[in-house]
């Protein structure tokens, strides 16, 4: 399993979990940056990347055999919101980070 599959499957809940106690409003903080996907991430098979007003955040398979999401921001030690902002991202955004596949034309959800 790659970056992009590990990313692909992440769940509000396991987003939370790597975050820590305080991942909840974390990422609910880490929402409201402005993000620019073409211009400020970078995803490839190993890493994600994002840059956020002079931090940079990096998520990584760890290289153990548990595969386990790995993420360090450049200018925090904690869990912080620029992570929140990522992980964000990344559980918002998934098919303009092509980690998603797109519903199929045409078959739109019954409103009610
Ligand atoms: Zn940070």
Do not use: W
Request: hydrophobic letters at 40%.
């Amino acid at each position: 399993m790659n970056l992009k599959d590990k990313l692909s499957h992440l769940s509000f809940q396991e987003a939370r979990k790597l975050l820590g106690p305080k991942g909840d409003r974390l990422i609910r903080q880490g929402g409201r940056y402005e993000i620019d996907i073409a211009g400020h991430v970078e995803l490839d098979a190993n890493r994600f990347r994002v840059r956020l007003n002079g931090s940079e955040v990096v998520i990584e398979l760890d290289s153990s055999r548990s595969r386990r999401l790995h993420y360090r921001c450049s200018s925090c030690d904690m869990p912080c919101e620029h992570a929140g902002a990522a992980f964000s991202l990344i559980l918002e955004e998934k098919l303009a980070l092509g980690l998603a596949i797109p519903p199929p034309v045409g078959k739109t959800a019954a409103a009610d």
